[in-house]
């Protein structure tokens, strides 16, 4: 088989994608990348991590972005907009879990998946809104990512069950709002499940038995295998192109058949 051909479908689009350093941040990047984008942002906490990947490509470029703060998010979006007149796209991907029943997570732990998961993606939603509305901003889409385990819950996930389920719900309100106030912006979710990123490694790593962990995950969706980051890439690409420009307050489940059981 050959290479995949793009459509482009994000020809002249500025994208700014947070988690950007790795994982599903970074492979929606690429993808945009592909698609066409005439810019993207690569933010992320890991300054490092985000201006190695940044030199991939001629539209890349990074910016330092703690999510769980304010006056970082009005930096980044307002130099974003200052250099390219604009921003079309936004995608929170920077999040954290933490396994923990709510016997045994701690109020910290609760706490800091909340600030990543909740506020950055709160926060991101308010300055996407503030610079894509009119009379100033051109509209936009901004994709949330929440996960099934937003959807379904999980024994030993209580912080992180909590803080996407959250996410789903901020999505809906905010495109409910925007759509009332016709500003042109749609606001989605994607709801992945088991993906193979450096998250899930982390996780399988904390057990006694990664591989045997990881095995267990695998056979527990019914297409047999956990997704690629590039799978959920591909969805980022469609709910950002003007294609789903009639779909908004939407979760969108990418789960291999795991919430049809």
């Given at each position: 088989m050959?290479?995949?051909?793009?459509?482009?479908?994000?020809?002249?689009?500025?994208?700014?994608?947070?988690?950007?350093?790795?994982?599903?941040?970074?492979?929606?990047?690429?993808r945009?990348?592909?698609?066409?984008a005439?810019?993207v942002?690569?933010?992320?906490?890991?300054a490092?991590?985000a201006g190695?990947?940044?030199?991939?490509?001629?539209?890349?470029?990074?910016a330092?972005l703690d999510v769980?703060r304010?006056?970082?998010?009005?930096?980044?979006?307002?130099?974003?907009v200052a250099?390219?007149?604009?921003?079309?796209?936004?995608?929170n991907?920077a999040?954290?879990a933490v396994?923990g029943?709510?016997?045994?997570?701690t109020?910290?732990q609760?706490?800091?998946?909340?600030?990543?998961n909740?506020?950055?993606?709160?926060l991101?939603?308010r300055?996407a809104?503030?610079?894509?509305k009119?009379?100033a901003?051109?509209g936009?889409?901004?994709?949330?990512?929440?996960?099934?385990?937003?959807?379904v819950?999980g024994?030993?996930l209580?912080?992180?069950n909590?803080?996407?389920?959250?996410?789903?719900?901020?999505?809906k309100?905010v495109?409910?709002?925007?759509a009332?106030?016709?500003?042109g912006?749609?606001?989605?979710s994607?709801?992945?499940?088991f993906?193979?990123t450096?998250?899930?490694?982390?996780l399988?790593?904390?057990?006694?038995?990664?591989e045997?962990?990881?095995?267990?995950?695998?056979?527990?969706?019914?297409?047999?295998?956990?997704?690629a980051?590039e799978e959920?890439?591909?969805?980022?690409?469609?709910?950002?192109?003007?294609e789903?420009?009639?779909?908004?307050?939407?979760e969108?489940?990418i789960?291999?058949?795991v919430?049809?059981?």
């Amino acid at each position: 088989m050959g290479e995949a051909v793009f459509m482009q479908r994000l020809a002249g689009k500025v994208a700014l994608v947070t988690g950007a350093a790795r994982g599903i941040g970074l492979a929606t990047a690429r993808r945009f990348a592909l698609e066409g984008a005439a810019a993207v942002v690569l933010a992320d906490i890991d300054a490092e991590g985000a201006g190695r990947a940044a030199t991939e490509s001629p539209v890349f470029y990074d910016a330092s972005l703690d999510v769980t703060r304010d006056e970082e998010w009005q930096r980044v979006m307002d130099a974003a907009v200052a250099r390219h007149g604009g921003i079309d796209v936004l995608v929170n991907s920077a999040g954290i879990a933490v396994v923990g029943t709510i016997e045994d997570i701690t109020l910290a732990q609760w706490h800091r998946v909340q600030a990543v998961n909740v506020d950055g993606t709160f926060l991101g939603c308010r300055h996407a809104v503030r610079v894509m509305k009119p009379p100033a901003g051109r509209g936009g889409t901004i994709v949330n990512l929440s996960s099934v385990s937003g959807i379904v819950g999980g024994h030993n996930l209580a912080a992180y069950n909590a803080s996407k389920g959250a996410v789903r719900l901020l999505t809906k309100s905010v495109a409910l709002h925007c759509a009332r106030q016709r500003y042109g912006v749609r606001c989605n979710s994607i709801h992945p499940g088991f993906t193979e990123t450096e998250m899930l490694h982390a996780l399988a790593a904390g057990g006694r038995d990664p591989e045997a962990l990881r095995e267990r995950l695998r056979a527990s969706v019914p297409l047999g295998r956990n997704a690629a980051a590039e799978e959920i890439a591909g969805l980022a690409a469609y709910l950002a192109s003007d294609e789903a420009g009639f779909v908004t307050g939407a979760e969108m489940v990418i789960d291999g058949g795991v919430t049809a059981q």
